[in-house]
């Protein structure tokens, strides 16, 4: 049911069905933005629903991380930009392929700048590295400048619909499903997730994925 509404948003917010007024240009964007919030919530309920069960199956192939880093860079400057963030990217031109399923990384990697997006303040960066780790591993880490994980709060982090307390649900927006989703995505590449974390100063995840046994 959304793919009409979206469109009929859109045939609406391009003028092509008759003029709108400033009030009803506006009132459009915001049911814009909460189709689109609508609609990523619907897709992390499926994959949660199908990663629960057991049933997310990966469709391993050899990627190239210098484009998926790429993309996810293109994706997040909009709101990277609303929230006045720097993005910095630091990806080696030189990257082996890697064995992963690529739709399904570049969503972690894309969730993982979401959230050190939403929760680095104006004025902060956040930054995307990809390096080789040893000869047969390739790191990815994703770190902001934000308000950082309290310490005695780190364990419940990963936990499905789940926010580290009410106000900042309300604050930040969100289900508590991304980590929980970003955790289950690599646990079926046969990868962990790590972080750092300093209150006021910021967070770092970073998680290996194996080189490509053969490139071609």
Do not use: C
């Amino acid at each position: 049911p959304l793919t009409p509404i979206k469109g009929y948003m859109e045939l609406l917010a391009t003028e092509s069905l008759g003029s709108l007024s400033e009030e009803q240009k506006n009132a459009l964007q915001v049911s814009q933005r909460a189709a689109g919030r609508l609609e990523s919530l619907i897709d992390n309920l499926i994959l949660f629903s199908l990663a629960a069960r057991g049933e997310m199956t990966l469709k391993l192939a050899s990627v190239n991380l210098n484009r998926v880093a790429g993309d996810v860079i293109s994706y997040s400057r909009a709101k990277a930009a609303d929230r006045d963030v720097t993005l910095n990217i630091d990806v080696r031109p030189d990257l082996p392929p890697v064995q992963a399923d690529e739709e399904k990384i570049s969503w972690a990697i894309l969730q993982l700048m979401d959230n050190a997006i939403k929760f680095t303040p104006p004025g902060g960066q956040v930054t995307l590295s990809i390096f080789p780790e040893a000869s047969e591993l390739v790191m990815v880490s994703v770190a902001d400048t934000g308000i950082g994980i309290p310490a005695d709060r780190r364990a419940e982090l990963f936990e499905p619909f789940h926010q580290l307390d009410g106000s900042s649900t309300r604050r930040y927006g969100g289900t508590g499903l991304g980590l929980a989703l970003v955790r289950d995505i690599l646990n079926a590449h046969g990868s962990l997730i790590d972080f750092e974390s300093a209150e006021g100063k910021g967070t770092t995840f970073r998680f290996p994925l194996l080189v490509a046994a053969n490139p071609a």
